[in-house]
């Protein structure tokens, strides 16, 4: 969506509450036909000598390791024999695990292995090893393989939770034969966690997909009914001998960037072109088995995919996913939820706080200024790992730099301004594991402190947030009760807190909220978070959850957290049922029920609604979704962005959709959602996602998205007149399309094409401007006083270039009390990155990206998407190209 809508609260709780299942092989527990203690595989030193990897199979000592031949179906029907047979081995020397899978097919020219880049998922025949070698039963590390040699590595973690961030080093060949094909596997002890032990014994569990028949069978049988899944793996015995190598690696880098911008007349800043290099590199070294320091120099991150193109007309911040590499990876440990029902994306620790743009401005001088892109990351580094009893550590560091703006004045003279201070951002987490982890109890602290300039007042001069959790599992581990307690700490000068008083956040401004007070020369503030739930996760068919969360007025963490809203209760219960079964209709179908209540800290009634939704895959794999929703008339405290609680009226919506059948090289999926309230307004929304694949190294993905809204009450700002605040709204009538592309070009496993395009058109039309008079008056039209022409008048602006005004006489005296800028809007813009990525060395690549952005902006308000997407190629924008060459060295 291109506009954050005011109804989220049903897509929230869909979200994060659980409606569809979070991982791809699910959750489960045993319901093989053996009891777990049978599940138990061993593994032989490799003898007579290490087996060469070239997925063949042949040596010796691949004929004395014992094989391991039972696997069970997940999928399609759960607990029967698989159709296919496999058989595994698993040797080991000093160095690595050797394990060799013969994955046998009566058809082995219908064998499916789709050739895309390292860590992409596509609808291929996998083989799949995972290996708990700490023997936790929460963590773990998964490797698999298709048919094509293409690689995926996973870290798991909190039992069924996964990182796809996590990158290993290690290799993998298969071939294909008259049998099927076979997978072998050499994986570096280098890349594990365990024990000093003489004898280890590891978790484990090999998975096969059988992709045209959409089947899933396992060595150790998890079922779909049960809360675990690394928890409910078999084990691997017989390694001796071995011991925890020394880890250090080492990723060197250079990279230059070409950028060719538009040409600004007179601007010295904009002559058209510019060149910039750079070096650094990453560290990666083991200080103990457990404990990993990973530390960056001057990192680069010109190959990270651009952000999507936004129109953000709400109070709050737009969230954005985090993209690059040294903050993606590993990044699970430090997770911790300020609200556990906004999507899950409120959490304590926001890494693109590190290195974001400047926030400060500086003074033109009548001349022209150039601004810094981004915060230069000085250094960052990261300690993190698992001990053998079952403490998690995560330890977080960097140092951004003091940014400043060249600014060149109208005599021609230099100047330099700060726009942002030297930073420093830390984060500790750490958690403890009880009862082979079916509980834990852990803590967290965050900290900003930062060298403020007189210059930069309005910023806060040190953040520090904390908090402890505790989760515990219990009645066979399909029931949890966990809980959270934190607490926030700004500080800085008077109008450094005025300014975090008076956020979207909080509004301790609001004239008719007596539990707030706004005080002018604070220059602290502080708060409270916390949640307590009760939750049904495993066993049988059914999951729900009871849920109650708050964050006090006070509460702020967006120095390195993201937060929306404080002031705020939230209590909200959830109930799902999962049919996994097979039928005559349906293949798997899952139906939920969801209702909430939130109100403020003074007693406000902010939001109470219901929904109903579910999904359904039919037997020909083709499926749907849907639902509809229902939010009760209740009051908005953020909608006159620090005036008044205004009632807003009850409101419908309802969504749905259906997708194809995702083994096929053509896969479709259509969706819609509708939203209308009881007055006057309304939002739709349509789109469709069409995938592609004309070859087995090709893909194409298209994405068209409209929407369009009618809405009668959006704020348009706040002025003080006649000795009172006036608020006032327009009717907007809003329209957005976008067009999404993204082409895999995959020429090897190492080798490949990216190519990421976005068109953006979006414009919004304002009329019927009213003042808000009355914002709790229980008839809707008594809310408001239009603004006729005998009270706001209009003139278009002198600069063609710029947004006409109007002026508004309030007491019809023939004076202006005061005016504002026409609000309407037209965006055009164009974003593309093509990334070309070669694998030369294992762990060492090449980058090649050009990034384009256009970009345009007028006041006119009109909505032409066929002329703005032509003009869009018209548009001079920014064409930057860089290189980047890293090195792994693993001395």
Same mark, same amino acid.
Request: glycine fraction near 10%; proline fraction near 5%.
């Given at each position: 969506?291109?506009?954050?809508?005011?109804?989220?609260?049903?897509?929230?709780?869909?979200?994060?509450?659980?409606?569809?299942?979070?991982? =791809?092989?699910?959750?489960?527990?045993?319901?093989?036909?053996?009891?777990?203690?049978?599940?138990?595989?061993?593994?032989?030193?490799?003898?007579?000598?290490?087996?060469?990897?070239?997925?063949?199979?042949?040596?010796?000592?691949?004929?004395?390791? =014992?094989?391991?031949?039972?696997?069970?179906?997940?999928?399609?029907?759960?607990?029967?024999?698989?159709?296919?047979?496999?058989?595994? %081995?698993?040797?080991?020397?000093?160095?690595?695990?050797?394990?060799?899978?013969?994955?046998?097919?009566?058809?082995?020219?219908?064998?499916?292995?789709?050739?895309?880049?390292?860590?992409?998922? &596509?609808?291929?025949?996998?083989?799949?090893?995972?290996?708990?070698?700490?023997?936790?039963?929460?963590?773990?590390?998964?490797?698999?393989?298709?048919?094509?040699?293409?690689?995926?590595?996973?870290?798991?973690?909190?039992?069924?939770?996964?990182?796809?961030?996590?990158?290993?080093?290690?290799?993998?060949?298969?071939?294909?034969?008259?049998?099927?094909?076979?997978?072998?596997?050499?994986?570096?002890?280098? !890349?594990?966690?365990?024990?000093?032990?003489?004898?280890?014994?590891?978790?484990?569990?090999?998975?096969?997909?059988?992709?045209?028949?959409?089947?899933?069978?396992?060595?150790?049988?998890?079922?779909?009914?049960?809360?675990?899944?690394?928890?409910?793996?078999?084990?691997?015995?017989?390694?001796?001998?071995?011991?925890?190598?020394?880890?250090?690696?080492?990723?060197?880098?250079?990279? #230059?960037? !070409?950028?060719?911008?538009?040409?600004?007349?007179?601007?010295?800043?904009?002559?058209?072109?510019?060149?910039?290099?750079?070096?650094?590199?990453?560290?990666?070294?083991?200080?103990?088995?457990?404990?990993?320091?990973?530390?960056?120099?001057?990192?680069?991150?010109?190959?990270?995919?651009?952000?999507?193109?936004?129109?953000?007309?709400?109070?709050?911040?737009?969230?954005?996913?985090?993209?690059?590499?040294?903050?993606?990876?590993?990044?699970?440990?430090?997770?911790?939820?300020?609200?556990?029902?906004?999507?899950?994306?409120?959490?304590?620790?926001?890494?693109?706080?590190?290195?974001?743009?400047?926030?400060?401005?500086?003074?033109?001088?009548?001349?022209?200024?150039?601004?810094?892109?981004?915060?230069?990351?000085?250094?960052?580094?990261?300690?993190?790992?698992?001990? =053998?009893?079952?403490?998690?550590?995560?330890?977080?560091? =960097?140092?951004?730099?003091?940014?400043?703006?060249?600014?060149?004045?109208? @005599?021609?003279?230099?100047?330099?301004?700060?726009?942002?201070?030297?930073?420093?951002?830390?984060?500790?987490?750490?958690?403890?594991?009880?009862?082979?982890? %079916?509980?834990?109890?852990?803590?967290?602290?965050?900290?900003?402190?930062?060298?403020?300039?007189?210059?930069?007042?309005?910023? %806060?001069?040190?953040?520090?947030?904390?908090?402890?959790?505790?989760?515990?599992?219990?009645? *066979?581990?399909?029931?949890?009760?966990?809980?959270?307690?934190?607490?926030?700490?700004?500080?800085?000068?008077?109008? /450094?807190?005025?300014?975090?008083?008076?956020?979207?956040?909080?509004?301790?401004?609001?004239?008719?909220?007596?539990?707030?007070?706004?005080?002018?020369?604070?220059?602290?503030?502080?708060?409270?978070? @916390?949640?307590? *739930?009760?939750?049904?996760? #495993? #066993?049988?068919?059914?999951?729900?959850?009871?849920?109650?969360?708050?964050?006090?007025?006070?509460?702020?963490?967006?120095?390195?957290?993201?937060? %929306?809203?404080?002031?705020?209760?939230?209590?909200?219960?959830?109930?799902?049922?999962?049919?996994?079964?097979?039928?005559?209709?349906?293949?798997?179908?899952?139906?939920?029920?969801?209702?909430?209540?939130?109100?403020?800290?003074? @007693?406000?009634?902010? $939001?109470?609604?219901?929904?109903?939704?579910?999904?359904?895959?039919?037997?020909?794999?083709? #499926?749907?979704?849907? @639902?509809?929703?229902?939010?009760?008339?209740?009051?908005?405290?953020?909608?006159?962005?620090?005036?008044?609680?205004?009632?807003?009226? $009850?409101?419908?919506?309802?969504?749905?959709?259906?997708?194809?059948?995702?083994?096929?090289?053509?896969?479709?999926?259509?969706?819609?959602?509708?939203?209308?309230?009881?007055?006057?307004?309304?939002?739709?929304?349509?789109?469709?996602?069409?995938?592609?694949?004309?070859? /087995?190294?090709?893909?194409?993905?298209?994405?068209?998205?409209?929407?369009?809204?009618?809405?009668?009450?959006?704020?348009?700002? $706040?002025?003080?007149?006649?000795?009172?605040?006036?608020?006032?709204?327009?009717?907007?009538?809003?329209?957005?399309?976008?067009?999404?592309?993204?082409?895999?070009?995959?020429?090897?496993?190492?080798?490949?094409?990216?190519?990421?395009?976005?068109?953006?058109?979006?414009?919004?039309?304002?009329?019927?401007?009213?003042?808000?008079?009355?914002?709790?008056?229980?008839?809707?039209?008594?809310?408001?006083?239009?603004?006729?022409?005998?009270?706001?008048?209009?003139?278009?602006?002198?600069?063609?270039?710029?947004?006409?005004?109007?002026?508004?006489?309030?007491?019809?005296?023939?004076?202006?009390?005061?005016?504002?800028?026409?609000?309407?809007?037209?965006?055009?813009?164009?974003?593309?990155?093509?990334?070309?990525?070669?694998?030369?060395?294992?762990? &060492?690549?090449?980058?090649?990206?050009?990034?384009?952005?256009?970009?345009?902006?007028?006041?006119?308000?009109?909505?032409?998407?066929?002329?703005?997407?032509?003009?869009?190629?018209?548009?001079?924008?920014?064409?930057?190209?860089?290189?980047?060459?890293?090195?792994?060295?693993?001395?």
């Amino acid at each position: 969506m291109a506009q954050i809508p005011r109804t989220t609260t049903a897509a929230v709780l869909l979200i994060h509450l659980g409606v569809v299942p979070v991982l =791809a092989h699910g959750e489960g527990e045993s319901k093989g036909k053996k009891g777990a203690e049978a599940y138990r595989a061993h593994a032989s030193r490799a003898t007579p000598g290490t087996p060469e990897l070239d997925g063949r199979l042949d040596e010796a000592a691949w004929a004395r390791a =014992a094989p391991i031949s039972e696997f069970t179906q997940r999928d399609p029907e759960e607990g029967a024999e698989a159709s296919e047979r496999t058989e595994a %081995r698993v040797l080991y020397d000093d160095g690595a695990i050797y394990i060799g899978i013969r994955a046998y097919d009566r058809e082995p020219q219908s064998i499916v292995g789709e050739l895309t880049r390292r860590d992409q998922f &596509s609808p291929s025949d996998w083989l799949i090893v995972s290996i708990d070698s700490y023997h936790d039963r929460r963590t773990a590390f998964r490797f698999a393989v298709n048919p094509a040699g293409v690689e995926r590595d996973v870290y798991l973690f909190d039992d069924t939770n996964e990182d796809d961030s996590w990158n290993a080093v290690w290799d993998v060949a298969t071939s294909v034969d008259d049998e099927g094909w076979v997978a072998e596997f050499r994986i570096p002890f280098s !890349q594990l966690r365990f024990s000093e032990a003489t004898q280890q014994v590891w978790g484990f569990n090999i998975e096969r997909i059988i992709q045209r028949k959409n089947e899933t069978v396992q060595w150790k049988p998890i079922s779909k009914e049960a809360s675990g899944w690394v928890s409910e793996f078999g084990e691997l015995t017989g390694i001796s001998g071995i011991k925890p190598p020394r880890r250090l690696e080492m990723l060197p880098y250079v990279a #230059g960037i !070409q950028a060719y911008t538009p040409i600004e007349e007179g601007n010295p800043f904009r002559t058209g072109s510019a060149f910039e290099g750079s070096f650094g590199g990453d560290l990666r070294y083991g200080l103990t088995n457990s404990l990993t320091l990973n530390l960056t120099l001057n990192p680069d991150f010109g190959q990270v995919e651009a952000d999507p193109s936004v129109v953000n007309l709400t109070a709050f911040e737009t969230f954005f996913q985090e993209k690059r590499p040294f903050f993606v990876e590993g990044s699970n440990i430090f997770k911790f939820a300020v609200s556990e029902i906004n999507g899950g994306f409120e959490q304590l620790f926001y890494s693109r706080r590190i290195g974001r743009r400047p926030q400060g401005s500086a003074d033109e001088r009548g001349g022209y200024v150039d601004y810094p892109h981004n915060t230069t990351i000085i250094g960052a580094g990261k300690l993190s790992g698992k001990t =053998a009893d079952g403490w998690s550590i995560g330890v977080l560091d =960097a140092v951004t730099a003091e940014e400043k703006a060249a600014v060149i004045d109208g @005599g021609g003279l230099h100047h330099e301004d700060v726009v942002e201070p030297l930073t420093n951002y830390g984060v500790v987490r750490v958690q403890k594991d009880f009862a082979e982890g %079916r509980s834990a109890i852990g803590g967290i602290v965050t900290t900003v402190n930062r060298r403020l300039p007189e210059s930069l007042g309005d910023l %806060r001069s040190a953040a520090y947030a904390g908090g402890v959790d505790a989760r515990h599992r219990f009645g *066979s581990d399909n029931w949890e009760i966990s809980g959270k307690l934190l607490g926030s700490y700004i500080r800085g000068s008077s109008d /450094a807190i005025a300014m975090a008083q008076e956020s979207s956040a909080r509004y301790f401004q609001r004239p008719d909220a007596d539990h707030l007070s706004y005080d002018p020369a604070r220059t602290s503030l502080s708060g409270t978070n @916390g949640s307590l *739930s009760f939750a049904k996760i #495993g #066993g049988g068919r059914w999951r729900g959850i009871v849920l109650s969360e708050w964050a006090s007025p006070g509460f702020e963490v967006n120095d390195l957290g993201f937060q %929306r809203q404080a002031d705020i209760w939230r209590n909200v219960v959830w109930v799902g049922y999962r049919q996994y079964d097979p039928g005559k209709i349906f293949r798997r179908y899952n139906l939920n029920w969801n209702a909430w209540n939130f109100s403020s800290f003074g @007693g406000e009634r902010t $939001a109470t609604g219901t929904n109903i939704n579910g999904s359904f895959t039919l037997l020909n794999y083709w #499926g749907g979704f849907g @639902g509809v929703n229902r939010e009760f008339a209740a009051l908005s405290t953020r909608v006159l962005r620090g005036g008044p609680a205004m009632e807003v009226p $009850a409101s419908w919506t309802w969504w749905g959709g259906f997708f194809s059948d995702d083994r096929k090289p053509i896969r479709v999926e259509i969706g819609t959602s509708q939203w209308r309230d009881e007055e006057l307004s309304s939002s739709h929304s349509v789109y469709a996602e069409a995938s592609w694949r004309p070859a /087995a190294n090709l893909r194409l993905a298209l994405g068209p998205e409209y929407n369009w809204s009618h809405d009668d009450w959006q704020y348009v700002t $706040a002025e003080e007149a006649l000795g009172a605040s006036h608020y006032l709204t327009g009717v907007l009538d809003q329209k957005v399309f976008r067009f999404t592309t993204r082409l895999d070009w995959t020429f090897t496993p190492n080798l490949s094409l990216q190519l990421y395009a976005q068109p953006f058109v979006a414009a919004g039309d304002y009329t019927g401007f009213r003042e808000v008079v009355a914002p709790r008056a229980k008839a809707y039209s008594g809310r408001f006083a239009e603004l006729g022409p005998d009270r706001l008048s209009y003139a278009p602006s002198d600069d063609s270039d710029g947004p006409g005004t109007y002026y508004v006489d309030l007491d019809r005296n023939g004076e202006v009390d005061f005016s504002f800028d026409d609000p309407n809007f037209n965006v055009r813009e164009f974003r593309s990155t093509v990334v070309m990525r070669w694998e030369y060395m294992s762990g &060492s690549t090449l980058f090649l990206v050009w990034s384009m952005n256009r970009a345009a902006f007028s006041y006119d308000g009109r909505f032409d998407p066929v002329n703005d997407l032509r003009s869009l190629r018209e548009i001079e924008g920014d064409n930057i190209f860089s290189v980047k060459v890293n090195y792994y060295l693993n001395p």
